[in-house]
Structures are given as C-alpha cells and as structure tokens.
C-alpha cells in the first residue's frame, strides 16, 4: 500500500509519534471548542506556518491539500448562500486546520510508529477481557486505508493527466472504486492466513 509518509526529515519527524498523537488530539479538540471566527482565523494562520515550516516533506500531499482547501471553499460557498458568513468562515476554518493537523502526523510519522502507540493506548482493555490488539489493528487499517486513499487517487490522476492532459475528477470514481476493494481483498486475505481465521 501507498504512503504519505516523506523521507524529508523535519524537526517534526524528530517528536516521538506517541507525542504527536497527543498533541494533535488536543489541537483537534480545541478546533471543536473554539467558536469565535477570529480565534479559529488565528489557529489557521498556526497551521499554515505549521505546514509551511515542513518544508518539501509536503510534497507528497500538496494535492491532498489543495483538495481539502477546495472543499473548504465549497463549504464556506454553501453556508454563505444560506446567509451565514459566521458559520462559512468557522466551517471551512476547522475543516482546513483539522486536515492540516492530520497530513502534518502522516508526513512526519511512519505507520508502524503509530501502531506501537495505539498498542500501548489500548493495552488497558485486555483487563476488560478484550483484546486490544484486534482494537489497534483495525484503528491502523483504518488510518492506513484512509491514507491509501488519496495516494491512489493522486496516482490516478497523475496518470489521467498524462494521457489526456486534463484532471480526472468524477471520472476517477470507478477505476478508485475498484482499485480499493481489490486492495481491501488482498489485506483482508493475508491477515486471514497470517492469523490463522
């Protein structure tokens, strides 16, 4: 599977992911807190120079983030046309700072660093008779396949662009479709033979 994770070392890259984790956490609750446009205004102007401090590790979701930014905008056209500036201008400003936040831990941090946290998050559940392992490994498959994602996607495009010289767009839909359950097929028959059922 695809990564978005860069091998351009940053000072982020440096922070323990445990920590990262954390942090992120509590920035991307502090977004859902903060209602106040100029507030949420200053947290953006937090995340671009965030972004913008990681240098060219961004470069391999500069198209993510040009997509976010545009479904922010039509976010913002939305509630506007409903004559709401207030809620345009909060919208758009969490979802560009919450997304920002999550491509700044997935450039920075590999994903087996992450699966260790989580492995330590919910290790406390084996007292409840769970089994946290199952717990975290479903959390990275997730966060894994959210990430594959966008790298098909941007691959895709890529290719579409060179055969045609134009975006895909909706024309991506089917061919990502297919690409993804074929993906989904191949992890979910190793994990079977790897756990035995």
Do not use: N
Request: proline share 5%; with cysteine; glycine share 8%.
């Amino acid at each position: 599977m695809g990564s978005l994770y860069s091998e351009h070392l940053t000072w982020l890259h440096r922070w323990p992911a445990g920590r990262k984790l954390a942090c992120m956490a509590i920035l991307g609750t502090l977004l859902f807190l903060l209602s106040a446009p100029w507030a949420l205004a200053v947290a953006g102007a937090g995340c671009a120079l965030l972004w913008c401090s990681l240098g060219p590790a961004t470069r391999v979701a500069r198209r993510l983030m040009v997509s976010v930014l545009m479904a922010a905008g039509l976010v913002a056209c939305f509630h506007l046309w409903l004559g709401r500036p207030d809620v345009a201008a909060v919208s758009a400003l969490r979802l560009a700072c919450a997304s920002t936040l999550g491509v700044a831990l997935t450039v920075s941090t590999r994903p087996t660093d992450l699966l260790l946290v989580l492995d330590g998050l919910l290790a406390p559940l084996a007292r409840l008779g769970l089994r946290p392992e199952r717990w975290s490994l479903q959390l990275a498959l997730m966060l894994r396949f959210t990430e594959h994602f966008f790298v098909q996607w941007k691959r895709l495009d890529e290719a579409h662009r060179l055969r045609t010289g134009r975006p895909g767009g909706l024309r991506l839909i089917a061919p990502l479709t297919v690409q993804m359950l074929q993906t989904a097929r191949r992890v979910a028959d190793a994990l079977y033979a790897r756990l035995g059922g």
